[in-house]
Structure formats: C-alpha cells, structure tokens
C-alpha cells in the first residue's frame, strides 16, 4: 500500500512536471528597455561622464590610461625555457594578446543607457563586496541593470550561475572564471548563447581569451615585476648583496595570482638581480596562524639567510608574517605583499610593510562595466585592458586611505 | 543509537601487558615523546637544524594555542557521547565580530557581550541536543549556517576593523592584545588562557560532581538517567562549556586577524575534532581526558613543526597527517579492546 | 462511535502519509511557488539547467543515503568527487575517456573499500576514517597535480562535454539520464530485493542482523563501496560536462548531500530512509537555489535558509521521537482501568458525602 502510493505520487509529479515545461514554452527573450529612439539613447550615452566617479579611498574610479604594456614578442616554445625566465610564462602573463577571436558578437552601436548586464563573481569576500560597488557605481550612471551573482567559489554554482544567466539573455555578462582552467568551457557556452561577454579580474587560459570580447583587469604581473625590484633595491639597501635569501607565501594554487605573485618576482629578479636566492615557496593559504607558524619555521630553517618575504596577500598572510618576525625579533626583513587592503595599509603606515601594490577593488568592477559601455557605444575595445599600476609605500600610502576593504 | 554489545568477553583473549596500560593512560604523550624523539633525531642527522631551541618549543606551543583553546571545550561534547559540534567556527566568528562592534562601548562590554552571544548559541545547542535529542552532527551543522547567514546578512557580507569601531585608542590596543600580549616578553597570552582552561577543565572533568555524572552519561546515557542524573543538564553544560571555549578562540583568531568577519575561525571544527580524538577521548563517550586533549594538540602541533622542517610541502603534510590520525585511533582503539575495556 | 474511529484512523493515516512522504510534498510545494512567482523560472532552459545541476550531488547522494541507512558515515565523498574528476580527466591526454573513467570509477570503489575494511576489520569508527582519508585524499589531490586543476586542450575536448549536455528528450540530457537510472537502480534494489532490504536490517539493529545470518560486515563493506562508486560517477560526469576538473570541486558537496539526504528523510540512527526520497531532497534544494539566484539574492540569503530548513527538519524528527519516547511503554488498557478505578472512587467519596 506505502509502496503503491508513493510510486504513483512520483509518477504524477513527474507528470505534472512536463506538461508544464511545455506549458511555460521554450526560452523567452525579453525586451531591453531603450529611451525612446535608438539614437537618442547613443547621443546620451556618450554623453555620460564617469571620470569624475570616486571609489571609496578618494582615488577616481576609472583612470584612462593611454598606453597599454609593452608586450614582448611569443616565443615559439615558453615551456622549453627555464622557469627563471620571464618568458616562459608568456602564455599565462600575456594571455588575450595573441587570441584568435572568434564569433564575437558585434556592438549594437546603441549606447548603454537601461542595458541589462549580468555581473558574475567569484566568491563572497569583501574584496568582491568592493568590486561589486565599483560596478554598480558606474551602472547606476548609465542606468544599466544590473545583476550580481556571487557562487562562493563553487564551480557547480557558478556554471549553474552561467546558465541561469543565458537563460536571461541580457545584453552582456561579466565575468570573473573561478578557474584559469575550466574559463575556456565557460566562456564558449556564453559565446555560443551568442551573448557578449567581458572576463575579468583573474586571468583565464588563452583558449578563453577567443570567445570574449575583452578583458579587463590588474596586471597582476606587470605590478609585481615593478615590486620585486623595489623590494631588491631595499634589500640591498639594508643588508648588501651578500647571503640574500628570500622566501615566497603563495596564493591559492593553480589561480593566475599563484603563478604572478610568486614566479613573478622570481623571473624578474633572475635578470635584475640576481644575487637574490629564492630559499622556499609555499601555500599555507589564507590564515594568519598558519602563515605564522610558517614563517617561523622558516627562520629556524634558514636563520639569518632570510632576508626577505614576498607574500600573495597583505592582510591575514601579512600579519602572520609579522607575528613571526617579531617574535624571533627579526625586524631586518623586508617585506612585500600585493595588496590593498586596510590591513595591510595600516601595516605599511607602522613602517612594518615595505611595499604593496595598488589594485584597487572598485576599479576592477568598474572598468569591466566602463568598458561594456564603451562596447555599447560602438567604440573600439582592445583585447586585452589593464587597470593602473601603483605601488605604495610609506611615504604615500595616507592618500588611499579611507580603504576599500 | 543504543545497542548494546554482546556478552561477556572470553578473558583469556583479554592482555592487560604494561603496554597496552600505559597506551590507554597517557598514550597521547607517548605519541608526542616519540615525535620529538624522531625530531631530535632528523637534527643530528642533519635532515633538519634548530629543532630541540627553544624559540622552536615556543613556536610550536603559540602555533597550537587557539586550537587548544577550543579543543579542550569541544572535548566535553565528545565526552559526553555527541561526537563533536560542528557549529564551532561560526561560533567563532560570531563572537569576535560582536566583540569588534561592540569594541564602542568599551573593551569590557565587547568581551562581555561575546561571551552572552557565546553561551546562547552554545544554550541553543544545548536544549536541541540534551533536551529534544537531535542528532548532533546534523543539528550543530544546521546552526553553523543559520549564525553564518545571521552574520552576513547583519554585517552585510562586510568586515569591521577593531581600531574604527573602538571608543577609545585604550580599547583598541587592548583588544589587539588579547593575541599579542606576551609574559616575560616570551608566553603569548592564547598559551597562558590554554594553559589555564587545561588546568581548569581537567579538574571540572576529574574532580567534580559534573564530571563524573557527564562520564557516566557518556559512557552510557539510559543507566545514566535511570540512576538519577538529569543528563539533559550535564549535556546543556557541556555544550555550553563548548561554546564559550570557542568564544575565547574566536577572540583569539579575531584579534589575529584585526578583522571581524564571517571567515574567521574556519576549519577549527574538524582541526579540534581530530585533537580531541587523537588525545583519547574517544568518540563514544565517557573515556579521556583534557590533559590527554593537551597532548593530542601538542602532537599536531609537533608533526606539523618537523615536517615544515623537512621542507614538506603543505599538502603532504595533510596526507600525513591524516594517515597518523587513522592509525592513532586504531591503535587506541585496539588496545582497549584487547583489555576488555571497550563498551562501543 | 464506529464513525468517530474511522475518521480519527483516516485522519491519522493522513497524518503518516504526510509525514512519510513530506518530501515530495515540500518539492511540489517549492516547485509551484518559484513556477509562479520565479522570473523565467518554467522555461525548459531553465529546468534542465536544474536537472543538470542536480546529477552530480543526486549521484553522491545515493550512496550516501545508503551509509546513513545502515548507520555510519562517510565524510570522504566530496574528496572522492573531486579526486574521480581529477584522473578522469587527467588521465585522459594518456589514455583516453575510455580508459581514464573506468580508472577514475575504480579509483573511488577502491576508496571506498579501504573506508569498509578500516570501519569493519580494524573496528574504528566510521567518523574518524572517513575524516582522516578525506584529509589524506585532499593532499592526495594536490600533490599529483602540483596545484594545478586540469583542462583538457585537445580540439575534441569539447565533444564529449557537448554530448553530455545536449538535450535528448526535453530537460534531459545523457548526464542527467545516467543520473536517474542509477537512482531508479538503486531505489528498486533497496526497497524491492531481499539484499537490499538487508541493509536496513543491518542499520535497525547491527546485533539482531547478525544474529539473523546477515553477515553485515559485508554489507557494510559493500556500502562504502558504493559510496565511493556513485561519488566517483558523479564527480567523473561532472569534470567530463566542464571539461575541466579544479582542485575543490567536491568540497562544498559533503555538507549539501547530508543535509539533503537527512531532509529527505534518512535519518542518521539508521534503517529508515531512501533513495528516491534523498533524490528529490536533492531537487527541493536546487529549485530553491535556483529561484534564489532568479531573484538576484546573495548567498547569505540561500546559506540562512539551508540552515532554517534542516534545524527545522531536524528538530521535527527529535520532538517526534522526544514525544515518542514520552508515551513508549504507556499500556493504554492499563491508563484506562486507571481511569475507570478512579471515578469509581470518585462516585463512592461523592455517595459517602451526599
């Protein structure tokens, strides 16, 4: 009898389910909202200026910059060459300049005003809670709707996030790939659906680079290359060239920033100076009593040989470090950290941090949506768009203040 | 999930040789002895330098503190039968980011009001587990994300700084050294409140009427309850012991952190977990003890010192570690059984 | 008084229906509410990305729900997941899908056999191994790739990833069918043969079990088995459809598959449950999910309400079983001459004083 009753409940839900489906139809397209006249709707939006926009530290949200990277010319082998060489991560550093686009939607040449954009991250931090006010701000002036998605760095949930958002048709996605590795998928599908789509922040694998229209976002290795010659002048500032070893706290693994923030200076140095020995590298992640257990296990391995750390974030790695250092009354290391973030600004101002790059957080969100509109507006849209480089020391870290995370 | 064993065992299968004893006793030291041994070893081989300084003893007590704090308090829910309460990182992150908002009225009144966040989530545990009998892994998990939500939507997804939120400069700094602040310029505080909640929650366990009337609860809740024990009351309180350890922790991390924020404190619920297990409470209830809990943290932390030594990278050390985990139970595991004394 | 018991046995057997089939009735009643009220939520775009969101964790679930069946626990299955779609898809520059996925398939049974052996040989609780291979496991992970997630780069690569997502029948795609013939499979082999009804002897009561000839070590081998074997299926399908496979695809799946699976109705004290009902906890969720991310809600929204519906789902159970207890052992003849005993001393007292 149990047994009965339930098999048919599941046969009628199951029922009840696909007469449904074809009741509700195959996927709707729904309507952009335009000004009234298509024309009009470009005139104004060209009008709009956002260079006036501020993110919250009081820094213009979006700088125009003229001059983009100089980028070398492909070697024929990059894998081939020694990891030392900056070459050899050619692919990974200069993705995107080299793609072969294909299917790229054209613009609609309409203006941006009332356009529907699907904002994807990915994953809840407030760094991406910064990024995602960048966005909105610039959206809000043009009027753009706007929607943010966060999957909390779960893949299944952000291809589920994909499809949800093909499903829509909006006018444009923006997307940041979990994954270097599982971009390319993701942004065929999206390039399939015949929607444009705009990556961002974290570099994707070339292959995905063919089917957006750009992307946007830090030169994360650019800014580390500046870094670590920083960090090198310091260090021989402080203690010479002699016995200089220096230890590298990764970040997460397999990600663009693992590869820019620690092979990074490593190429760089290799060439400028190379005097400077790379001692270890790890991943402790993202947790100040690891880091902190780290680095002191480090001091007791290499003692006084250590002279400088470099560290893929400058807000819970950044105090680790510090726990450390200042327990074993080690205040002779330099260190560097890409950042910004209160954190690690604050650690700069005590004089405890050297260095850490700029990357701001709402300008990362706001340039991928500055340049959807641009995209909307009919201009031209290089392939690859690097946000501002800074680095900030003690001497001009007050300007950035209030911080954005 | 009451079953009760099979009779009597045949006591000539029964080995009650001086080591399984002493395994069973202090067996958790054993592990640790035995650890630095080998580290002391690798040393004089040369495989690894400046393990047996004491800067390097210092650093493994500090990198285990907060775990300690927290695992001593998670021990008394094992102990008495409830496996673990998974609720504990948010709990954490719960009251340190209390204690930061709160850092504007002071420094008193934000560790006050942590601590009042602390014990009604450890009372929610406690009247859901003691008193309805929900099952605890799946009910403390359903807390850690009803106060993960909670503190999201609240905070709105943000994190607060100690050093903006404080009324006073005083307050702030203070707050900065509830994890920085040193004796003698060597002990960190987490290590002294460690030390001290080990001291004091051994004698609640060993010595007093609690105690023992949570042991027989653990070890066997019907009896315990036919016997006159108001188990439902032992369990609150152990639950709630749990919670407010983990309220110390969160503090602790929080203060670390500088940062009030919902991650804090992540992963702490398995990390305490496998402490407590490899220290000798065993899950089943009623058998350990929290100077056992002590060393099963000092192990962790040891292991994790020579391999980082050894240049092991962190993964590794994960396998390692939880190959060491399997095989510790086990043997403990073994040795009781092989002296009767196993009544799961 | 005939028609006074009939209708309180009809209104109790209502009660138990609902009760025994409350999670299809939460999946009908989630289902409508987003149908009417989602945006775009009844196009079949959308209801396939539902089922194919679903085929990886239903997958998991199934041998999860058999674990909980017969008691014990398997907190290594999100490791398993992410570790079958590594060398699925690893593997398969090498030697090919054909060969990497029944390796990957292997892989996750044989993880699956050592989890039984150490549980039922060695006699440690299922808690503790299961904790400590997931940990083995995820630095298993990391070390063969060095960090790196895998992606397939051979032209072909997405042929296969096309096949498996392309719609056969409306809302079905190959993936979701391999989904639900293992769990039809596997719902009739547990409710409908003697071998599968076995295992919820064995959870009931692992002593009687045993002494009724069921030889439950085996059984409980063959559970861990299977766990590892649709955890395995599920996360190999998985990294083949994304033709990629990162480093923590399975990590958020443990949690979701329990509290799924105990929603459902599977409860952790063992010999009740099933897999049907684990299925269609499964769908509730990812309707859900879906309509909240229809609605533009964040993630604090969707992490509060799993929390709201399994402490609800939970504490229903407990109160149920706390109110059971509470009357378990009550003979209600004995109560009523109790009550008769009583009146009738009431009726003498009220004689004396009138």
Known sequence: MKRRTTVFFTLLLALALTGAVYAGGGGEATETETTAGGMSNLEKSLAVDTTGLKSEDGQPLIILQEKQREVPARPSDPDALPEDDPLHWWDIEFAGWNANKTNIPESPNDGAIGKRIVFIVHGDHPWTTACTLGAQKIADAYDMEFKPLSPNWDLAVQNQMIDQAINEQPDMILLIPLDAKTAPQQARKINQAGIPLILFNTLPSAAAMDYCITWTGPDDFGQFRMLSRVWADEMKRVHGTADVGVAYIQHAPGGSPYFARCWGPISELSGYASWVETLDKQAPMFEADKSMQLVSDWLTRFGDDLKGICAADDSAQALGIFEALEKAGRDDVVVIAAGNSKVGMDLVKEGKLFAITYQTAEGDGALAVQTAADWFNGKDIPPVKYLPKHIITKKDVEEFYPPQW | ?344 | MNNQKRTRIGREKTLVFIDRNRIFLLFGVVFLFMAIFGPRFMTAYNLTTIMRTTAMNATAAIGFTMILIIAQLDLSIGTIITFAGVVGLGLKEYIGYGGSVPIAILAGCGIGLINGLLVTKAKISSFIVTLGMLTILQGAIYTITGGNSISLSSPDAFAVSDWLSTMMIPLITPRVIITLVLVAAFTVFLRFTRIGRNFYMVGGNRQTAWLAGINTDLYTIMTFVISGFTAAVGGVLFAMEGAAATLNLGDTSLMYVISAVIIGGTAMSGGKGGVLKSFFAILTLDVLYNGIILFGLGNEVKIFIAGIILAAVVLYEAYTRYKHDKIVGQRSELMKEVDQLKEKLRASRRKIAG
């Open chain 2, 1 to 344: 999930m009451e079953q009760t064993k099979l009779a009597a065992v045949d006591s000539r299968l029964l080995s009650h040789s001086i080591v399984n004893r002493v395994f069973v006793t202090i067996g958790v030291y054993l592990i640790a002895i035995v650890l630095v041994v080998l580290g002391i070893v690798l040393q004089l081989a040369g495989a690894i330098n400046n393990f047996l300084t004491a800067q390097n003893m210092l650093n493994i007590i500090d990198a285990v503190s907060m775990l300690g704090i927290v695992a001593v308090g998670m021990a008394f829910v094992t102990y008495s039968g409830h496996y673990a309460d998974l609720s504990v990182p948010t709990t954490m992150a719960m009251t340190g980011i209390v204690a930061v908002e709160m850092l504007k009225f002071g420094f008193v009144v934000a560790v006050l009001s942590a601590l009042a966040v602390g014990f009604v989530v450890g009372l929610i545990n406690a009247i859901a587990v003691g008193k309805f009998r929900a099952n605890p892994i799946i009910w403390t998990l359903a807390v850690n994300y009803m106060s993960l939500g909670v503190i999201r939507l609240v905070w709105v997804n943000k994190q607060i700084y100690p050093d903006m939120t404080a009324s006073t400069v005083r307050a702030s700094e203070m707050f900065d050294a509830i994890f920085r602040l040193r004796f003698f310029d060597k002990i960190a505080l987490p290590v002294v409140m460690m030390i001290i909640l080990v001291i004091v929650l051994q004698f609640v366990m060993r010595r007093t009427k609690f105690g023992v009337q949570l042991k027989m609860t653990g070890a066997a809740r019907t009896p315990a309850r036919f016997s006159g024990i108001n188990v439902e009351l032992m369990i609150a309180i152990a639950f709630i012991i749990c919670a407010l350890t983990a309220t110390v922790g969160g503090l602790a991390v929080t203060s670390l952190n500088k940062v009030g924020a919902w991650y804090n404190g992540e992963g702490y619920e398995f990390k305490a977990v496998t402490a407590v297990v490899i220290g000798g409470v065993t899950l089943a209830g009623g058998r350990g003890s929290i100077i056992g809990v002590l060393g099963g943290v000092l192990v962790i932390g040891i292991l994790n010192n020579i391999l980082t030594l050894l240049g092991v990278g962190t993964f590794s050390q994960d396998m390692i570690r939880g190959a060491i985990f399997i095989i510790v139970v086990f043997v403990n595991a073994r040795s009781l059984r092989k002296m009767g004394r196993d009544y799961e």
